[in-house]
């Protein structure tokens, strides 16, 4: 597996990752409005890394390059406990400044467990439109 920039080739399969990902992982939001261009205007302006094994698309993380911040990781679920997660944070947390953020919903416990056992702290409890989330950071 290799971590590796975007390119547009790439445009279908994240659009795909995403609205997968999103409808599996959210089970507790009414996601029939989830579409495959969410990924487009959600991902605006960031730079994206993906997970890339022979061609195939595994995943892919988006960051803020102005604010360290990172926005999107999201992992095919057919690979999901494969080292792809880790692979992309570790990548995002290598191009950027310290300390990098991130916003985790709090009831996504199984992205919470994740982020801790790779060194991420909870800073602070936040409210917002898709729920109520903690701000992590990584020093």
Request: aromatic content about 12%; proline content about 2%; some cysteine.
């Amino acid at each position: 597996m290799i971590i590796r920039d975007f390119s547009e080739d790439d445009r279908n399969a994240l659009r795909n990752i995403y609205l997968v990902s999103r409808r599996q992982t959210f089970s507790w939001f009414d996601t029939s409005g989830y579409t495959l261009n969410d990924f487009d205007k959600d991902t605006e302006g960031e730079r994206i890394l993906v997970a890339d094994k022979d061609g195939a698309i595994l995943g892919f993380i988006s960051c803020w390059l102005q604010d360290n911040f990172i926005h999107h990781l999201f992992v095919h679920p057919a690979y999901i406990n494969q080292g792809v997660g880790k692979a992309l944070l570790s990548e995002a947390i290598a191009m950027l400044n310290k300390p990098v953020t991130l916003k985790c919903l709090r009831r996504n416990e199984n992205a919470l467990a994740f982020y801790r056992t790779q060194g991420w702290q909870i800073e602070e409890k936040g409210e917002g439109k898709p729920g109520d989330y903690f701000l992590m950071s990584y020093q």
